[in-house]
């Protein structure tokens, strides 16, 4: 019997193992707008970056659309041709693909579309000389340039407190367990020390 009890705590401990190494290679993908283009960003749940991974676009009856690349720091850049919803996957070995959807109506067109610039624009300001295209276009470029190298650090430093707290909730679950077993050796023990 003591043999089955060491045997049915040694399994529980390899599943705990198990599913926290499953666990360590969590993907986490997200999309979001940038313009006209669709950004977005590939890592791991322990705060590795998926580098230089082919993400495909496919639109929802599976037809590709297209294809990109991450660079260094799991970032990659789509620019949309058509108003449908977008779903982006990477393989990225092991059995792990990574899944974002970006939805038609959150699409830079569909709100390009919804506001004429007529209508956007008030009497007042239409008076004022425009700035020119390529201007504002290199502006637009160097803010998503800087605003990107402040988050970069930030998302990284996220994502190692999240899979830092992960670990020790499973280690403590882990100690919450060999407790409860020490627990009831001892008095498993005790009531046969009464009985003798």
Do not use: W
Request: hydrophobic share 45%; aromatic share 8%; with cysteine.
């Amino acid at each position: 019997m003591k043999h089955k009890f060491l045997f049915s705590v040694v399994a529980l401990c390899l599943i705990l193992l198990a599913s926290h190494s499953a666990y360590a290679h969590k993907i986490i993908a997200s999309v979001f707008i940038s313009g006209n283009t669709i950004e977005g960003e590939i890592a791991f749940s322990n705060g590795d970056f998926a580098k230089n991974v082919v993400v495909e676009v496919f639109d929802e009856e599976n037809n590709k659309l297209g294809e990109t690349k991450t660079d260094e720091e799991g970032f990659f850049v789509f620019t949309p041709s058509k108003q449908i919803t977008h779903i982006f996957k990477a393989n990225l070995g092991a059995g792990h693909i990574a899944n974002a959807r970006m939805e038609a109506s959150e699409l830079p067109l569909a709100q390009t579309a919804a506001v004429s610039p007529a209508a956007a624009t008030p009497a007042s300001a239409q008076k004022v000389a425009p700035i020119p295209a390529q201007q504002l276009e290199d502006t637009r470029s160097m803010l998503r340039k800087i605003i990107k190298q402040e988050i970069t650090p930030l998302r990284k430093e996220l994502m190692a407190y999240k899979e830092k707290n992960n670990i020790q909730t499973i280690l403590g679950g882990i100690g919450y367990i060999m407790g409860l077993f020490g627990l009831f050796f001892y008095l498993a023990a005790r009531r046969k020390l009464k009985q003798s």
